[in-house]
Each structure stands twice: as C-alpha cells, then as structure tokens.
C-alpha cells in the first residue's frame, strides 16, 4: 500500500539532516597533492597578473610567476594586450623578469632567440642548422587574457567560462568603485605562510570568525555573516560601516571620514565594503578609497605565497591619503591576524585527533570550494590518504570512474 503524502512529510522531518562536512585533514599535509592541485585547479583557473595601470603603454610588461609557470603580459607596439609563456622555445630560458618597460623585442638571454611583441620568433642564430624546424610553429606560447574592472587575469589551461560570465552576477557591484582607476600603491607584498594554501582560501571564503578573530573589524563593520556565492564559485559579502563609533581612534577616524571623503561615488557605496573570492584562490577587498586583492599559491603541502598588492586612487588629497593610511592600518592588522588564525589552524590539521569537521550553512562558499576541490581532485573524497606515491594513480582512476 503506498504511503500518504502526510506520511512521507513525517519520514522525511524526522530523517536526520545530512551536514556537510569539510575536507579531511590529510589533504591540507599531503605531499603528493600539492602538484595535482596544481595542475587540476590553479592552470586551468584565471589568475591576477596586474592592473591595467601597470600595463598602461606600448611595451610595458608584467611577469607573473606561479608554481611552476611564468607568464608574460605585455603591450604592444599596436595598442594590444596580450599574455604568453615566459619561457624560450629553444631551450627553455626565461625571457623576462619583474616588470617595466622592454624594447620592441624580447632576446633570449641564453642563445639570442628573438620574439617580437606578438611572440613571434622572428630571429634565431645560425639559422641554417634548424632544419625542420620552422620559425612560425615556434614562437611563445599564447596564452588567455581578460580584463575584469581594470584588474587583468591570465589563464594557462583554455576553456572554461570567461571572467564576464563568472562575474556577470556581481559586475554591477564592482563599477560603481571605479578600479579601473587606481594604480598600486607599492610593491606587493609577499609572505609566506605556513600553513596549506587551501587554509588561507578557507578563511577568506567566510564572515563566521569574524566577531571572535576579527574585533577590530567587528567594531568597524556591520558583517553580512553569511554571505553569497554564484554557480562558478564567485563569493562575497557587503559590509557596512557603524554608526556606532568605534573605541579605538583609527577605526573611528575612518568611520568618521569615509562616507564625506567619498563623496564622488555614489551615496549606497561610499560606506561599504565589498569582499569577494574567485576559485581557486583569489580573494578581492573592495573600499571607496582602494582595493586590494589576496592571491594564495602553494609552495608546500604546509606552506603557501600570499601576495598582496594595494590599488589606491591616483592624485589623491591630503585628506584622501589619511583615509587610506587608516585603512592600510586596520587591514594589515586584519592579515596579521588571519596569519595567525591560518597557521594555527595548520597545526590542528597534523593532529591525530581531527580529521574532518562539520560546516555551518554560513560556511556554505567553503562547502562549495571543497566539493571543486573534489570535482579536480576526486582523490580528496578518501577518508584517509592513500599509499604513498599512488595518490595520482588513485586520482586517475577516480576521474576515468566519472566518465559515462
């Protein structure tokens, strides 16, 4: 006899909720996925370059290093922005180091392989002993370039939503802070961390710590808790400025200026701050006087690159300048403390004593970066961590499983 529509109500509140839990712990101490990590997520990924600014004039140039990869992001001498490898095709030297101004070609330092700014290789010495060879199947590898509000993203691997379809929610968040027009305030800043990349993007993906690991941002905002995500895994939250003003004197300075300072955007903005994330591991914070962008990049299993660059308004005032030296200084106080929280959370994760734990539905963007994590890396499902050097065997077959 089938069962009431009552009946199956009753069944389903009574069967206990299924709580999403986070990865296990072994996957933050693993050796062995660090470089599966690396291939399945961050080259196939968009990754921040720099800002237009930055890349403003023909021939300017930015490198980009990454785990193993480097990347060139140059303008040439027609107006066009484009990104390559920065490695020769001869025998694999560098190109290019830091950033600047280069000449209408690039010369490899090792046998005077030339590119021009397109890349292609349009000089090679002793010509005549490359045969079957051709200069036109040889120049640096191209690779994809978009721009998103004057921040330029390079990706390694094609395919994959553009940034104006993962972006396409929030754009109309963006514009009204104008990036497009800041310049960086200083050379990034580079720590390193000693805790698993995927620490650092976990606190960055929610607002839940903020009261307890944040008091002076408690004091200074109103946190939207919660937060928001899209389905390509783009997050955010809005925070606003107290009323209420703060005890310590530069959080209340800047409660006290901000909204007058920031009279040239528009009234709902000039108080709030928005914070966003793009997977993998890109973390994007939002002021009316600046912004400033979190990339983590994995070194070890237990380590990871933070870099750090700040983008501020060009020609600012006096006045202007106070305001961002008093957010410079609540943020830096901010990152330290997220340091802090991350590597000591680092140590908890090499216990015996954990291995996984439940999330909270205000850590529902952590729940759907780890499922990414497990989509990449089908390996991170295993409860305990496989047989050493077999983690990329398990990992293959697991994706071959998934295959119809």
Known sequence: ???????????????????????????????ELVDLEYEQLFRP????????????????????????????VVRG????????MNVCRHRASRMLDGSGTCKARMTCRYHGWTYNLQGDLIVRPAEQTFSGAPKKELGLRPVD???????????????????KEMWKDYVHML??????????????????WNCNWKVGVDNNLENYHVPIGHPGYDRLLESD?????NQHGVAGSRSVLRSTPSRVWSERMYQKMAPDLNRDLPEDVRSSWLFFTMPPNIGIDIYGDSFDLFQFMPLTAETCTVRYPIFVRPNASREMKILRYLNVRVNRQVSAED??????????????????????????????????????????????????????QHNQAMLRAQVP
């Open 1 to 31: 006899m089938s069962s009431s529509p009552t009946a199956i109500r009753q069944a389903h509140d009574a069967a206990p909720a299924v709580v999403p839990r986070t990865l296990p712990a072994w996957t933050y101490r693993h050796p």
């Open 45 to 72: 990924s968009w990754q921040f370059a720099c800002h237009i600014s930055q890349v403003k004039n023909p021939r300017d140039f930015v490198t980009l290093d990454l785990l193993r990869d480097s990347v060139i």
């Open 77 to 84: 001498d027609d107006g066009v922005l484009r990104a390559m």
């Open 145 to 163: 370039l978009e721009v998103l509000c004057g921040m330029v993203f390079v990706r390694l691997v094609p395919g994959g939503p553009s940034l």
């Open 175 to 192: 514009e009204p802070y104008r990036l497009e027009e800041m310049v960086p305030l200083e050379e990034p800043s580079v720590e390193t």
């Open 225 to 229: 808790i919660k937060g928001f995500i």
């Open 339 to 392: 340091k802090f929280l991350c590597e000591g959370l680092q140590g908890g994760l090499n216990s015996v004593g954990y291995e996984f734990g439940p999330l909270s539905s205000w850590e529902h963007c952590i729940h759907d970066f780890h499922d990414r994590v497990r989509a990449g890396c089908p390996v991170a499902t295993l409860a305990s961590a496989p047989e050493g050097g077999t983690l990329r």
